[in-house]
């Protein structure tokens, strides 16, 4: 039995009762990335040395005959965005380079007391802003399924890891789309929560009111598990929900009938690829097939949503990001800091450690968010987007109380070639079309395959429930996965 | 909607970034077309509409205001580019 074969729920079972002992699935996991990863650039770092004692830990726990926690073995890859107290953390960005942060996330920490295996950390669009992994600051992620293609971003890393059956589940972040959509281009399930389900301490702020940590991995049923571990109230995040965790695991088995699925006409409008069209319609067959019902809804403000997530994510990273002033943490410029064109040494000390530091789209971002909270903008733009963002909201209320999930595509296209997309930072942005909403609006949302395209790519459906609908969520998108074999394909790697 | 170069040398200033001139050129370019693009919403009436900031709708949350443990000095200083053990060290602010 080749542990990197199975799914997250099997290994921990079989960790559990001794068919497997931790320390063969972590070399398992070690020995693919040593094979596989030198194409993919899916980890900035791998922990070879700590997930082995980590490993060796959990089986010696085992033979003492100690309970043990459960993810007990499992093999976990987590986005170079969260904090990790014995790895580097550096959210692709050189500003952070070799920065080792004094304490764990809180979703760290939760995955280390459960006793699974952190193996090391995933690579990422630099500050999680974008969507193709190309901003990274250490190179690009390669899909697993096309190395000439994407793998989506910013959480391509924690995406490619799982495709490529380097680690069994891996954790995300999900601003606007960045676990579902290259969850979607990469082929495996990828769940983002409800705002507030998982504590973001020590997840490195992007824009906070939309941030949520979330599980990925090759089935709703294995994001379930990893979900059950780290979701939960955290003193220390005061935006984290002080709401009781589900067993989500335990909740899959009642089935679909009666379940109403929005259909959103709009999403099949133009610039949908037709392969993606027909698979993401087939999508609709199969939830028919499992005793659900279809039903044609409108989010009539949805045309706005990249308009309001990009004043509204920008304004918030300026904001955020201006704790990279070359003092705490991070980079600080060598430069001698004496020109007369600054007002003092200390702000040109800011102003060039922030340039050297931030890459292209980091500088964009803190551009247009300072931009549009400057005075004379703030009303024109943020205030606006905030205004929008509550239309944005009430459309999703509303469509909540005539179904009980959305269904639609994730992205208007499959895996597209590295550098195409590139030199227009706008086209980038529009790639967000179908996920920024769920973030806006502070609901959930899965992306999980439904199929691929005549070249062999795989293509994402997203469903979207309201807020703390992760249990039925994941039901829908397990009775899905009973029905279809499509998560079950690997890409041919080495 | 259109930016100067000079609007996106003050913001510049305001974002504490020291772009060269051939970022300040890009930057008003890609700016422009942004901005144009995010302008949409200036065809909605949003006048009686109250602004949302935040998902939750969460007041304050506030814990008992009880002495805990928290990052001694010594941790939350030690990845600072420069720091004598005790402090953070910046250039100096009011001349040698």
């Given at each position: 039995m080749q542990p990197?074969?199975?799914?997250?729920?099997?290994?921990?079972?079989?960790?559990?009762?001794?068919?497997?002992?931790?320390?063969?699935?972590?070399?398992?996991?070690?020995?693919?990335?040593?094979?596989?990863?030198?194409?993919?650039?899916?980890?900035?770092h791998v922990d070879r040395d700590g997930a082995l004692a980590a490993a060796e830990a959990v089986d010696a726990k085992r033979a003492a005959g100690q309970p043990l926690g459960p993810l007990a073995g499992l093999p976990v890859g987590v986005k170079d965005a969260l904090c990790t107290r014995d790895m580097p953390t550096t959210c692709a960005s050189r500003m952070l380079e070799g920065y080792r942060p004094p304490y764990d996330a809180d979703t760290v920490a939760r995955l280390r007391a459960a006793d699974a295996v952190i193996i090391g950390k995933t690579n990422m669009?630099?500050?999680?802003?974008?969507?193709?992994?190309?901003?990274?600051?250490?190179?690009?992620?390669?899909?697993?399924?096309?190395?000439?293609?994407?793998?989506?971003?910013?959480?391509?890393?924690?995406?490619?890891?799982?495709?490529?059956?380097?680690?069994?589940?891996?954790?995300?972040?999900?601003?606007?789309?960045?676990?579902?959509?290259?969850?979607?281009?990469?082929?495996?399930?990828?769940?983002?929560?409800?705002?507030?389900?998982?504590?973001?301490?020590?997840?490195?702020?992007?824009?906070?009111?939309l941030d949520q940590i979330g599980p990925m991995g090759h089935s709703a049923a294995d994001c379930g598990l990893v979900l059950e571990t780290i979701a939960g109230h955290d003193p220390?995040?005061?935006?984290?929900?002080?709401?009781?965790?589900?067993?989500?695991?335990?909740?899959?088995?009642e089935p679909l009938a009666g379940v109403r699925i929005g259909r959103v006409p709009a999403h099949f409008g133009d610039g949908l690829d037709p392969e993606v069209a027909a698979a993401v319609e087939e999508g609709f067959r199969v939830l028919e097939a499992a005793g659900a019902t279809i039903h044609d809804i409108d989010l009539p403000h949805a045309k706005?949503?990249?308009?309001?997530?990009?004043?509204?994510?920008p304004c918030e990273a300026s904001s955020n990001l201006a704790r990279y002033d070359g003092v705490h943490y991070g980079h600080r410029t060598k430069e001698p800091c004496r020109?007369?064109?600054?007002?003092?040494?200390?702000?040109?000390?800011?102003?060039?450690?922030?340039?050297?530091?931030?890459?292209?789209?980091?500088?964009?971002?803190?551009?247009?968010?300072?931009?549009?909270?400057?005075?004379?903008y703030y009303d024109a733009y943020?205030?606006?987007?905030?205004?929008?963002?509550?239309?944005?909201?009430?459309?999703?209320?509303?469509?909540?109380?005539?179904?009980?999930l959305?269904?639609?595509?994730?992205?208007?296209?499959?895996?597209?070639?590295?550098?195409?997309?590139?030199?227009?930072?706008?086209?980038?942005?529009?790639?967000?079309?179908?996920?920024?909403?769920?973030?806006?609006?502070?609901?959930?949302?899965?992306?999980?395959?439904?199929?691929?395209?005549?070249?062999?790519?795989?293509?994402?459906?997203?469903?979207?429930?309201p807020a703390l609908a992760e249990p039925l969520l994941l039901r829908a998108a397990d009775r899905f996965q009973r029905l279809t074999e499509w998560h079950r394909r690997r890409p041919t790697t080495a | 909607m259109s930016l100067s170069r000079d609007d996106v040398s003050k913001v510049a200033a305001l974002a504490r970034l020291a772009l060269s001139e051939d970022e300040l050129e890009q930057m008003t370019r890609e700016l422009s077309k942004i901005v144009g693009f995010v302008s949409l919403l200036a065809e909605l009436d949003t006048s009686a509409i109250e602004p949302l900031a935040h998902p939750l709708g969460t007041t304050n949350v506030f814990r008992e205001d009880v002495p805990a443990a928290s990052l001694p000095v010594e941790l939350a200083i030690a990845t600072a580019p420069k720091q004598d053990g005790e402090c953070f060290l910046v250039p100096a602010v009011l001349g040698d």
């Amino acid at each position: 039995m080749q542990p990197t074969e199975l799914s997250a729920v099997e290994l921990v079972a079989a960790v559990a009762n001794g068919d497997l002992t931790a320390v063969a699935c972590t070399q398992a996991a070690l020995d693919r990335i040593a094979a596989l990863d030198a194409g993919t650039n899916a980890f900035l770092h791998v922990d070879r040395d700590g997930a082995l004692a980590a490993a060796e830990a959990v089986d010696a726990k085992r033979a003492a005959g100690q309970p043990l926690g459960p993810l007990a073995g499992l093999p976990v890859g987590v986005k170079d965005a969260l904090c990790t107290r014995d790895m580097p953390t550096t959210c692709a960005s050189r500003m952070l380079e070799g920065y080792r942060p004094p304490y764990d996330a809180d979703t760290v920490a939760r995955l280390r007391a459960a006793d699974a295996v952190i193996i090391g950390k995933t690579n990422m669009d630099e500050f999680a802003m974008g969507a193709s992994n190309e901003n990274s600051a250490f190179g690009p992620v390669r899909n697993p399924w096309d190395p000439t293609r994407a793998t989506g971003g910013s959480s391509g890393g924690s995406a490619a890891c799982v495709a490529a059956s380097m680690v069994t589940a891996s954790i995300g972040s999900d601003t606007g789309g960045s676990i579902r959509q290259p969850a979607g281009l990469c082929g495996v399930t990828g769940l983002k929560p409800t705002y507030g389900r998982v504590s973001r301490r020590g997840l490195v702020a992007f824009a906070s009111s939309l941030d949520q940590i979330g599980p990925m991995g090759h089935s709703a049923a294995d994001c379930g598990l990893v979900l059950e571990t780290i979701a939960g109230h955290d003193p220390l995040d005061s935006t984290s929900l002080n709401e009781a965790v589900p067993a989500y695991t335990q909740l899959l088995e009642e089935p679909l009938a009666g379940v109403r699925i929005g259909r959103v006409p709009a999403h099949f409008g133009d610039g949908l690829d037709p392969e993606v069209a027909a698979a993401v319609e087939e999508g609709f067959r199969v939830l028919e097939a499992a005793g659900a019902t279809i039903h044609d809804i409108d989010l009539p403000h949805a045309k706005y949503g990249v308009a309001t997530y990009y004043l509204i994510a920008p304004c918030e990273a300026s904001s955020n990001l201006a704790r990279y002033d070359g003092v705490h943490y991070g980079h600080r410029t060598k430069e001698p800091c004496r020109s007369d064109a600054f007002d003092s040494p200390l702000v040109e000390m800011y102003c060039r450690s922030r340039a050297e530091g931030f890459g292209p789209e980091v500088k964009r971002r803190v551009m247009l968010g300072t931009y549009a909270l400057s005075a004379g903008y703030y009303d024109a733009y943020y205030k606006r987007a905030l205004q929008v963002r509550r239309l944005i909201r009430q459309d999703y209320q509303e469509a909540f109380s005539k179904v009980d999930l959305i269904g639609g595509p994730v992205s208007a296209t499959p895996a597209f070639p590295l550098g195409e997309k590139t030199d227009d930072p706008l086209a980038m942005y529009l790639l967000d079309l179908y996920t920024v909403t769920t973030n806006l609006a502070g609901v959930c949302g899965i992306s999980f395959p439904c199929g691929f395209t005549g070249s062999g790519l795989p293509v994402g459906y997203q469903l979207q429930g309201p807020a703390l609908a992760e249990p039925l969520l994941l039901r829908a998108a397990d009775r899905f996965q009973r029905l279809t074999e499509w998560h079950r394909r690997r890409p041919t790697t080495a | 909607m259109s930016l100067s170069r000079d609007d996106v040398s003050k913001v510049a200033a305001l974002a504490r970034l020291a772009l060269s001139e051939d970022e300040l050129e890009q930057m008003t370019r890609e700016l422009s077309k942004i901005v144009g693009f995010v302008s949409l919403l200036a065809e909605l009436d949003t006048s009686a509409i109250e602004p949302l900031a935040h998902p939750l709708g969460t007041t304050n949350v506030f814990r008992e205001d009880v002495p805990a443990a928290s990052l001694p000095v010594e941790l939350a200083i030690a990845t600072a580019p420069k720091q004598d053990g005790e402090c953070f060290l910046v250039p100096a602010v009011l001349g040698d």
